[in-house]
């Protein structure tokens, strides 16, 4: 287990975030991403080796948009790197974890991930990637 | 702001969640505490530059105890690095956001803290730390 990648906080309005998590905190925005694939805009804040991701869904009927309208924002996801991926869950399988993702899947800037089920972790959704 | 210091991740026993984060995740745990100050056992497992505690509440009729209560077991809060924590929570309060600590409280090996109001963050519970 390498380092802590990301912290995903879900938020209504990336716009209404930016108050606090920008000018009252004062950490960096660098990049405000559409990310078609989820339905979702997204904003990155780094903070040390890791990152802040505010999450925005932009279509209330996939799971973002229905988890938003039922709990709120506030954090949602962690995730951490690995090595090895392909390693990682068959090591989580072989000690009985609930995978989200059977298999790693790919995003479009080839970085590998799965989720894991928040049953098998104490109620935390659980994301690991294996950069490119 | 300089790094992430931890996530707080709240569980009913420490002993049942260490199977998951420590022996199928494979992450080291350094310590386990009791903090009598806040009636909670609190297990530490290093991720690169942060660390991932796990919090078990000792005492239901706490704050902590009753939020496990209520909400099940999970992400409970996340902790920010600051160089100096007094100039921080100076500059919150000059953008109208509402501190849970109105002043730096102090742990016993020096830290000084203060929570960050959910109302303020898009319902992130955020924690502040200067380190001695």
């Known amino acids: 287990m390498t380092k802590l990648n990301h912290i995903a906080i879900l ?11 920008r000018d009252a905190l004062g950490l960096t925005l660098s990049k405000v991403e559409e990310v078609p694939a989820e339905k ?3 904003a990155f804040l780094p903070v040390g080796e890791s990152e802040i991701e505010l999450v925005q869904p932009t279509d209330p009927e996939t799971g973002l948009g ?7 924002g506030g954090l949602h996801h962690i995730c951490l790197e690995v090595p090895d991926i392909a390693a990682a869950m068959e090591r989580l399988q072989d ?5 989200i993702n059977e298999s790693p899947r790919q995003r479009e800037d080839g970085t590998l991930y799965a989720f894991i089920h928040p049953k098998s972790t104490q109620g935390v959704l659980l994301e690991l990637y294996q950069l490119p």
Chains 1, 2 share one sequence.
């Open 95 to 99: 000690h009985g974890v609930t995978l």
């Open 11 to 21: 938020v209504e309005q990336i716009e209404d975030a930016l108050p606090f998590w």
């Open 40 to 42: 979702a805009r997204v």
């Open 66 to 72: 229905r988890y938003l309208a039922k709990n709120g």
